[in-house]
C-alpha cells in the first residue's frame, strides 16, 4: 500500500468522523440541557421545599439560602434553553458548570453514584466550553463561537 493510499483512507476516516460530531454535539446539548432544566423545574414546583432543601441540607458557600435557591432555579431554567438553541453556548455552560461545580461542593454528603453523574455531567459540560456547539446551533448561524 502506498503512502498516497494510506492517506486518502486516513481522510476519509477524518470526514466520516466530521459528519458524525455534529449530532453528537447536538445530542450532548440536549442531554445535559434535559437534566438541568428538570432539575429546576423540580425546584419550580415545590418551591417551600427547595427553600428548606436550601436553607438545612445544602451549604452553599457565601450566599444566603434564598438567593441561592433563586440563582440555582434561574439558572438551571434559562441555560439549558440557550444550550438547546445553540446561542451563547459557550458561556451558558460555564454557567451549568458553576451550577453542577457548586452542587458537589454544597451537599455534605453525595451519594457515589450521585456524584458519578455529577462528573459525567461537568465532563460533558466542559467538552462544550472548549469545543463550542459546532454545527446545529444558532451560534453557529450568528458567527459567535
Known amino acids: 500500500m502506498t503512502f498516497q493510499k494510506v492517506r486518502d483512507f486516513h481522510n476519509q476516516i477524518l470526514d466520516f468522523t466530521q459528519i458524525l460530531v455534529a449530532p453528537a454535539f447536538l445530542f450532548t446539548r440536549l442531554y445535559i440541557a ?34 441561592a435557591a433563586w440563582l440555582a432555579t434561574a439558572g438551571e431554567l434559562i441555560l439549558p434553553v440557550l444550550l438547546v438553541l445553540g446561542l451563547f453556548t459557550r458561556l451558558s455552560a460555564v454557567g ?6 457548586v452542587a458537589v461542593i454544597s451537599l455534605v454528603e453525595i451519594a457515589p453514584a450521585a456524584f458519578n453523574e455529577h462528573v459525567l455531567w461537568g465532563s460533558l459540560i466542559v467538552m462544550l466550553i472548549l469545543m463550542g456547539a459546532q454545527r446545529f446551533s444558532l451560534d453557529r448561524k450568528l458567527n459567535i463561537t
Open 96 to 101: 451549568l458548570f458553576i451550577v453542577n461545580a
Open 34 to 67: 434535559n437534566v438541568f432544566f428538570k432539575s429546576g423545574l423540580t425546584k419550580l414546583r415545590d418551591w417551600e421545599s427547595t427553600l428548606m432543601l436550601f436553607e438545612y441540607e445544602y451549604e452553599v458557600p457565601v450566599l444566603s439560602f434564598e438567593v
